[in-house]
């Protein structure tokens, strides 16, 4: 008998990861854990962290999940410098494409400015009334 139970989060993480883990060394090879890496720079003014981004390398793609500048800071080009920086190690390491999302109220014109194409987008979402764009750079 199948049964459905609230577990923990690490607990299934730790499951579904292996089982991820299984299928792409299955279709890939094994090439998996060494084509994973978290990146993550951060953005000085005065020695004052003022400024960051957190990004995911898996095989040829790299994503954004976070970039932000505090409120002091921004109007600086901080973001865009963040960018080229990922984009620089993205190219050093054979990325074909950069991944990103933002809300409607975030940084929809920023991203495009630097480059960054819509390729998807969800109304009401995470909330009505928000909408949350998928962007892509393609770098080869």
């Not at 609230?6 to 060494?34: C, K, P, W, Y």
């Not at 890496?37 to 003022?50: P, W």
């Amino acid at each position: 008998m199948i049964e459905m139970k609230r577990v923990e989060s690490a607990t299934l993480d730790a499951m579904i990861e292996q089982v991820f883990a299984e299928q792409d060394i299955s279709h890939f090879g094994n090439i998996v854990e060494e084509n994973k890496e978290k990146i993550a720079i951060g953005a000085y003014l005065d020695k004052k962290l003022v400024g960051g981004i957190v990004a995911d390398k898996e095989y040829q793609t790299i994503h954004v999940s976070l970039l932000a500048i505090t409120q002091g800071a921004r109007g600086l080009s901080i973001g865009s410098k963040l960018l080229r920086e990922i984009e620089i190690i993205a190219k050093e390491k054979g990325i074909i494409h950069i991944t990103l999302t933002t809300r409607s109220y975030q940084a929809v014109d920023f991203y495009k400015k630097n480059g960054y194409t819509v390729f998807a987008e969800l109304e009401d979402m995470p909330i009505e009334g928000v909408t949350k764009y998928y962007f892509d750079k393609r770098l080869k």
